[in-house]
């Protein structure tokens, strides 16, 4: 599974972004995580294709993930960003058979107070 990221930025607090990732696969659960300046890499929303997701506690109500399942798209919308926000985000993809693990590009995320 080949993983392309799309989308990041530079944005002021309040403001919204949107990170989009396509898989060359079909990968049963995507998510992304970010890594933050001198912090580790933390998961802040997944979603399987069965629709379940789940957030990072910091993000929820903010952030919003989706997954179109016949394009094998994940998007996550980013709303009323915040500082704390700042991070290289990273798409991700999980196949249960195997249970293997892929990584796309960071894309970096500044916001700005």
């Known amino acids: 599974v080949q993983l392309q990221a799309f989308g990041g930025g530079s944005v002021q607090a309040g403001g919204s972004l949107r990170l989009s990732c396509v898989a060359s696969g079909m990968p049963d659960e995507m998510g992304w995580y970010r890594r933050a300046p001198g912090k580790q890499r933390e998961l802040v929303a997944g979603?399987?294709?069965?629709?379940?997701?789940n957030y990072e506690e910091a993000v929820k109500g903010r952030f919003i993930i989706s997954m179109d399942n016949g394009k094998n798209m994940v998007d996550l919308q980013m709303n009323n960003l915040k500082p704390a926000d700042t991070a290289i985000y990273f798409c991700n993809a999980f196949v249960y058979e195997g249970g293997i693990g892929y990584w796309g590009q960071g894309t970096l995320v500044t916001v700005s107070s």
């Open positions: 979603i399987r294709r069965d629709g379940t997701t």
